[in-house]
């Protein structure tokens, strides 16, 4: 308050004479450093409490999610004869992941070469699916022609489920291998060349107003135009796709057996380790968690907006 | 300004109008003749323009005006080529209009730049397609030009999401002028933006015409625009079957001034004669 009227005065007197301004300056730049010196540390005591409260806001719900999960799991394995519970699994995964990479012969080998060998099939039979699934979204979506030929036969095949692929793999292919990435191929594919093709007929008409008005060549179209906006799409259907494949390898894997996690659940069955059976469910949960986290990072790279 | 105009012309069009007097601008420069235009939807056939007669010079910046909805912007979808009249012609430079072409520009009302492309690589885009022969140097000359023109060059290597409408819409005019066409096509160009803005752009626009001497259909709902940029003002009667209503010749010298006009009485008499055709004889009833 009392800073205003000195100023005032001053000011008034600057009109006179060069010293008082000089004075002003050193005043002003003393209130400036002042609320300066006063303003980051007050600043940065609030976002600290702010950030630290955001922090447990974010983490309270997920954690009292997992506990009331491994309370209710406790609480079944307790009542239910054979169930381990969330201790004896625990131990057990200790042991387990101890040693993730043995072989003892190719029936007995370490979780570690079950997890890399199922996620090599996947990335092989949902590698091939994208490389024939998105670009057969982007003709489907840009011809009407082709649209209304494939739309007949995606919805006849697409609600198929994928195990019903595994016998006509096993009988083109005549090894289990190929046929448990024809399944995941088959399955995998259709996420990728719906969503190209809707993220295709997407593209605001603006754009393709300015294609036509430039008169762009079908090559500009797709690489500056299509590809570009369609994009978020098909990295949708990507995510979608590998959701399922990776869903759809544990099923495939138990039928056609050989390494893998899918053969592991099985195998540990057939020898009644239940503890093994119930870390594989959460190995799955956590890869596919994990590969979906990743997708999302990609997709987030190339958000234009 | 003539020899400008001169330049302008392809190769083509100088051995149509060998016979005319050089120097004097071309007559049906963009011409319409007996448009009709119909949209089919669900519900059946939408007319949507009758009998549409528009006869414009070389040079010349003409508006369209009228309320929504009145196919205004039809009128300039198929001077751009965008779409086809159900009846009559449309030419260009002599020739008819077929499909959408360079030699059309079109500023779009949301500006339509490409988000994921630099200002500088959207207006390149189009540069290239139109200079696509000459050497990359001279192709980053131009553009560089385009946007040096609208006062963009500072916001050369900024994405559409990192400026301002205004300087969009700029960047979208820039994208249009550098293909130097024979004909600018506005679409509402600064429908989207604020008043102050809007003033700014429109005067930008006004000394730019000038300079290039380009041909200008503008459409929009803006009368003091109309008036101020307009050497002829088309104003359109309320759909469906609409029609152009009257033309008015706005004759009054060039450059402008907003500030002189606002007290000019001939202005405020054209002003007003736009505004009686809008608000008495043509009347929109509330929706």
Redesign the interface.
Same mark, same amino acid.
């Given at each position: 308050m009392n800073v205003v009227p000195i100023h005032q005065e001053i000011l008034e007197s600057s009109k006179e004479d060069t010293k008082p301004a000089k004075l002003q300056m050193v005043k002003t730049k003393a209130e400036v450093t002042k609320s300066t010196q006063i303003l980051p540390i007050a600043q940065s005591g609030f976002t600290w409490g702010e950030k630290s409260k955001e922090i447990m806001r974010q983490l309270i719900p997920p954690v009292i999610g997992l506990l009331l999960l491994l309370a209710v799991w406790s609480l079944i394995a307790a009542q239910a004869q054979g169930l381990p519970g969330p201790i004896s699994t625990f131990k057990a995964a200790v042991v387990l992941f101890s040693d993730p990479f043995y072989i003892n012969g190719p029936n007995d080998q370490g979780i570690g070469w079950n997890i890399v060998s199922s996620l090599q099939r996947v990335a092989l039979g949902f590698g091939l699916a994208a490389m024939v699934g998105i670009p057969l979204g982007f003709m489907i979506g840009r011809f009407e022609f082709l649209n209304r030929m494939t739309a007949p036969i995606i919805s006849l095949l697409r609600p198929v489920s994928p195990l019903a692929w595994l016998p006509i793999g096993l009988l083109v292919f005549k090894a289990a291998n190929p046929a448990a990435i024809w399944v995941i191929f088959i399955s995998a594919i259709w996420p990728m060349i719906i969503n190209t093709a809707v993220g295709v007929s997407k593209v605001p008409q603006d754009y393709m107003n300015v294609a036509k008005v430039l008169n762009l060549n079908e090559w500009k179209i797709l690489t500056k135009i299509l590809i570009p906006s369609t994009l978020p799409y098909v990295l949708t259907g990507v995510r979608l796709s590998i959701g399922v494949a990776w869903l759809v390898i544990v099923a495939a894997e138990m039928l056609t057996g050989g390494v893998g996690i899918g053969f592991w659940v099985w195998d540990e069955w057939n020898n009644l380790v239940v503890e093994h059976i119930i870390i594989a469910i959460f190995v799955v949960g956590i890869v596919g968690l994990l590969l979906e986290q990743f997708l999302i990072a990609i997709a987030k790279r190339f958000s234009y907006e | 300004m003539e020899q400008n105009k001169e330049k302008t012309m392809t190769a083509s069009t100088k051995e149509k109008v060998a016979a005319k007097p050089l120097g004097k601008p071309l007559d049906r420069y963009v011409f319409i003749e007996n448009v009709d235009m119909e949209f089919r939807s669900k519900k059946g056939v939408f007319k949507a323009l009758e009998n549409i007669n528009l006869n414009i010079q070389q040079g010349e910046f003409v508006s369209i005006i009228g309320h929504s909805g009145c196919g205004k912007s039809t009128v300039l979808n198929l001077i %751009? $080529? +965008?779409t086809q009249p159900t009846k009559g012609n449309l030419f260009c430079a002599g020739r008819e209009i077929a *499909?959408? $072409?360079?030699d059309? %520009?079109?500023v779009?009302q =949301?500006h339509?730049l +490409?988000?994921? +492309?630099t200002c500088f690589e959207n207006v390149y +885009?189009?540069v290239e *397609?139109v200079f696509g022969s000459e050497t990359k140097v001279n192709l980053d000359v131009r553009t560089h030009a385009a946007l040096d023109l609208v006062g963009l060059s500072h916001a050369a290597e900024k994405?559409p =999401?990192e400026i301002s409408g205004g300087m969009k819409q700029r960047v979208g005019i820039a994208r249009a002028l550098a293909?130097e066409p024979k004909v600018l096509l506005l679409d509402e160009p600064f429908g989207a933006l604020d008043a102050l803005t809007r003033a700014n752009l429109q005067d930008e626009l006004a000394k730019i015409i000038e300079k290039s001497g380009c041909t200008a259909v503008m459409v929009t709902h803006d009368v003091d625009e109309a008036v101020l940029l307009s050497d002829r003002i088309v104003m359109m009667t309320n759909g469906p079957s609409a029609t152009i209503g009257e033309i008015l010749t706005v004759d009054i010298p060039k450059p402008r001034n907003r500030l002189q006009l606002a007290e000019d009485k001939h202005y405020n008499h054209l002003r007003s004669e736009v505004l009686r055709f809008l608000y008495e004889r043509h009347a929109k009833k509330a929706a």
């Open positions: - | %751009a $080529g +965008l *499909r959408p $072409g360079p059309r %520009a079109v779009f =949301n339509s +490409l988000p994921w +492309l +885009l189009a *397609r994405r =999401n293909m």
